[in-house]
C-alpha cells in the first residue's frame, strides 16, 4: 500500500482548517467531566506514546477544561478497544486513539460486529511509517545480510510485532513474501512491548515505528535496515527504502483520533476544533518532525473517505496473508 508523497503535501495543505467556524459551534458544549481517552493498544507503543504527548500539550495549554485521561485497551489486537467505544453510555465524553487495527481488526473479526463506518471522524494527527530493526549483537547492518541470517536460520527465524493480523504483521508478511522468508511471528500488545525484546534479544527483528524505538536506537541497541516509506525518511538518511531496493511497498500506520457512533455535532466540534490547535501548536508539529511521523491533516469528510479506502487495501492485505 502506497501513500504517495503529493498526497500528503495536497491534504496537508489543503486541510490547515479555519478554526473560527468550528469554534463558534465548539463554544455551545463543554465537556461536563473528564474525557476517556482510549487507546488502541498497550503502555509504551507508538498509539501510547502519542496519546500521552497530546495529553500532555492540551494540559500544558489550557486547552479544555476536562483532562484527557488515557486508558490503554490493547487486547484482542484492538477489538477490547473497538467495542469498548461502540458500546459506550457516554459517546459526548470518549475518544478512542487509533492505529490501523481500526481497519484490521474489524475486518478479522467480524463477529465482533463493529462497523468502523458509524464511528464519528475527528482528527488525523499524521502517518507513521515502519521500519525493520535488528539488535547489534547480531552483526547485521544491510538488509541483504539480514535476508541472508534469516534463510539460515532455517525456519526458526523470530520475529515479534503488535497484535496478529494488524500493521506489524502485514508488513512482516511482505518481508517474508518478498524474500522467500520462513519467519516466526509472535504478536504483543503494543510496540514497546515488541521493542523492549527486541532490546532483551528475545525476538531477532522487528518492524517497529521509529517513535517506539527511538531510545534504543539513540542508545546505539538497535540498527536499523529498511524503511517501509516512500521515501528516505530525515532521521535515518542512511537507511533505503524498500522501493529503492526493488520492492513496490510502502506502509504508513494512521495516528488519528475518532469518537464514538452517537457523538453528537455539539461535541464533534468542539473536539475537532480542540484537536486542530493541537495539531498547529509548534509541540505537535515538532513531534512530528522528532519521531519521524509525516504531516496528514485530514477534515472529517476526507477521513471518510480514506477509512473507506483503507478498508478496500487491507482486505486485500489480509486477503494476501490469508487472514
Request: proline residues 6%.
Amino acid at each position: 500500500m502506497t501513500i504517495e508523497r503529493r498526497v500528503f503535501l495536497g491534504l496537508a495543505a489543503a486541510a490547515m482548517l479555519s478554526v473560527a467556524p468550528l469554534q463558534a459551534v465548539a463554544q455551545e458544549w463543554q465537556p461536563r467531566k473528564p474525557i476517556d481517552f482510549v487507546i488502541m493498544a498497550g503502555p509504551g507503543g507508538g498509539a501510547d506514546q502519542i496519546a500521552r504527548f497530546i495529553q500532555s500539550v492540551a494540559e500544558q495549554n489550557d486547552m479544555t477544561s476536562r483532562p484527557l485521561v488515557p486508558n490503554n485497551k490493547g487486547g484482542g489486537s484492538g477489538a477490547e478497544a473497538l467495542i469498548a467505544l461502540a458500546n459506550t453510555n457516554d459517546p459526548d465524553h470518549t475518544l478512542l486513539v487509533t492505529l490501523n487495527s481500526f481497519f484490521t481488526t474489524p475486518l478479522r473479526q467480524e463477529n465482533l460486529g463493529i462497523d468502523i463506518t458509524s464511528f464519528t471522524p475527528i482528527a488525523m494527527m499524521g502517518v507513521d511509517p515502519f521500519v525493520l530493526w535488528v539488535h547489534k549483537d547480531q552483526g547485521i547492518s544491510t538488509v541483504e545480510e539480514f535476508v541472508e541470517a534469516a534463510k539460515a536460520a532455517d525456519g526458526e527465524w523470530v520475529m515479534g510485532g503488535t497484535g496478529k493480523g494488524q500493521e506489524d504483521s502485514i508488513v512482516i508478511a511482505f518481508l517474508a513474501g518478498a524474500y522467500d522468508l520462513r519467519i516466526k511471528y509472535i504478536p504483543y500488545d503494543g510496540g514497546g512491548a515488541v521493542a523492549k525484546d527486541l532490546a532483551g534479544q528475545q525476538v531477532m527483528a522487528t518492524v517497529n515505528n521509529p517513535a517506539e524505538a527511538k531510545g534504543f536506537y539513540d542508545s546505539g541497541d538497535f540498527v536499523p535496515l529498511l524503511a517501509f516509506s516512500d521515501e528516505r525518511l530525515p532521521a535515518y538518511p542512511d537507511v533505503p527504502t524498500a522501493k529503492e531496493k526493488g520492492q513496490d511497498f510502502s506502509y504508513y500506520n494512521q495516528r488519528a483520533v475518532v469518537g464514538p457512533p452517537g457523538m453528537s455535532e455539539e461535541a464533534a466540534a468542539y473536539y475537532r476544533d480542540l484537536f486542530t490547535r493541537i495539531y498547529e501548536t509548534d509541540a505537535w508539529q515538532g513531534y512530528l518532525q522528532s519521531e519521524s511521523l509525516s504531516p496528514l491533516w485530514m477534515n472529517a469528510e476526507e477521513q471518510r473517505a480514506y477509512w473507506d479506502t483503507q478498508i478496500t487495501r487491507h482486505r486485500e492485505l489480509l486477503a494476501a496473508m490469508g487472514e
